[in-house]
């Protein structure tokens, strides 16, 4: 069983950055795709970002694109999500998440409890 556990989500002002943390507890950490997700008030969870296992290959939404950048520590077992250039658009409970088959679209099998994410205008 893989336990994914977020932190660095706040309250910030429009304009702001924020650095998301996904801290993974396996030993195989390389052997999965990581994404991250987000839900915000009343809408369906959304994917945001994913890093693929092999080489790294990142993926986003277009709505992020340019402003959020996903990485990964395989040393640390840690995916980041580097948010800048905030807006209220953004405010969401973000969700860190682990997959091993599939395509960066999913499935994934793990998901952490997630962090809150709100930016003031």
């Known amino acids: 069983q893989v336990q994914l556990v977020e932190s660095g989500g706040g309250s910030v002002q429009a304009g702001d950055s924020l650095r998301l943390s996904c801290a993974a507890s396996?030993?195989?950490?390389?052997?999965?795709?990581m994404g991250w997700f987000r839900q915000a008030p009343g809408k369906e969870r959304e994917f945001v970002a994913a890093i693929s296992r092999a080489d790294d290959t990142t993926h986003y939404t277009d709505s992020v694109k340019g402003r959020f950048t996903i990485s990964r520590d395989k040393a640390k077992n840690t995916v980041y999500l580097q948010m800048n250039s905030l807006n209220a658009d953004d405010t969401a409970v973000y969700y860190c998440?682990?997959?091993?088959?599939?395509?960066?679209?999913?499935?994934?099998?793990?998901w952490g409890q997630g962090t809150q994410v709100t930016v003031s205008a």
């Open positions: 396996t030993r195989t950490f390389g052997l999965y795709r």
């Open positions: 998440a682990a997959g091993m088959l599939g395509s960066w679209r999913g499935p994934y099998e793990h």
